[in-house]
């Protein structure tokens, strides 16, 4: 387990390079605005990604990625939209948290391939709909909390196959 709060600098993120046995990481409450493509691509083993409080304004399609994780928390930061694939080799994931984001848009394909998800939050952002497929094929989703969004439309067919979910 490593924990680098407040004190990020480049230096230490190249050094992630040689920490191949590491399973949990704590990046959160830096000043991180990105994060490098492939920058986890030689922790093969992290599980748990701790990513909160950061300034983190978008995420390429190659940052997380492949990697084992089953965690990975997001929220508090500065992330406005969430693109197709941005987590398709997170095939392990179950938790994924991006509350407190200014998430306004997210793409259909934005969760493809997470078959192990369980639990979702994208509470506390400003998304006004939801594309009517973004939670098909998610065959463990149990849980997606969407509270305090300015949701303005909601399909039925988005929610037909969660057992739980808070609004």
């Not at 399973?23 to 990604?49: A, C, D, M, W």
Request: hydrophobic share 40%.
């Amino acid at each position: 387990c490593v924990i680098i709060q407040s004190c990020v600098r480049k230096r230490v993120l190249d050094s992630m390079l040689c920490l191949e046995n590491l399973v949990t990481l704590y990046l959160s409450r830096n000043n991180l605005v990105r994060l490098p493509e492939g920058i986890f691509l030689h922790v093969t083993r992290l599980q748990k990604l701790s990513l909160f409080q950061n300034r983190l304004e978008n995420l390429g399609t190659s940052v997380f990625g492949p990697l084992l994780l089953t965690e990975l928390w997001l929220y508090s930061n500065n992330l406005t939209r969430l693109e197709d694939g941005i987590f398709r080799n997170l095939t392990k994931l179950q938790l994924l948290i991006l509350s407190r984001n200014s998430i306004c848009s997210v793409s259909e394909g934005t969760f493809a391939h997470l078959n192990n998800l369980v639990n979702i939050s994208l509470r506390h952002n400003q998304i006004q709909s939801l594309p009517r497929g973004i939670f098909h094929n998610l065959p463990r989703l149990r849980c997606v909390n969407l509270h305090d969004n300015s949701l303005y439309n909601l399909h039925t067919e988005l929610l037909n196959s969660l057992h739980q979910y808070e609004l």
